[in-house]
């Protein structure tokens, strides 16, 4: 599957955004998803993750009450929205998708297959 990241930009602390991220193929459907980011001279960190129905979701305790991970199958799209962003938000957002048929919902790296290319959000303060 491939996947295409959009959606970045630059806003204001406080203000919103909502990332998308579209994959290619019939099989979206089959892979929990996940969004990613990288701050600068920082490692790539978990951000938020949802199966592969929606129903369920997970999130990194510095999200958690702010971004909101969503998918529309139908679409191929997974989004995260992104509201009260603080300057430490700042990051490149990756989306990433995981195989398997099993039910927990991965934050690793290593756990997930295929990756979109990045969009840079950018919150001033």
């Known amino acids: 599957v491939q996947l295409q990241a959009s959606g970045g930009g630059l806003v204001q602390a406080g203000g919103s955004l909502r990332l998308s991220c579209a994959a290619s193929?019939?099989?979206?459907?089959?892979?929990?998803m996940g969004w990613f980011r990288q701050a600068p001279g920082k490692e790539r960190g978990f951000v938020a993750a949802?199966?592969?129905?929606?129903?369920?979701?997970y999130y990194a305790d510095s999200v958690k009450g702010r971004f909101t991970i969503s998918r529309d199958n139908a679409k191929n799209t997974v989004y995260l929205q992104m509201n009260s962003l603080k300057p430490e938000d700042t990051a490149v957002y990756y989306c990433?998708?995981?195989?398997?048929?099993?039910?927990?919902?991965?934050?690793?790296?290593?756990?997930?297959?295929?990756w979109g290319q990045g969009t840079q959000v950018t919150v001033s303060s």
């Open positions: 949802i199966s592969r129905s929606g129903g369920s979701t």
């Open positions: 193929g019939r099989t979206f459907s089959t892979y929990r």
């Open positions: 990433a998708a995981a195989r398997g048929i099993k039910s927990y919902l991965p934050v690793a790296e290593y756990e997930y297959d295929y």
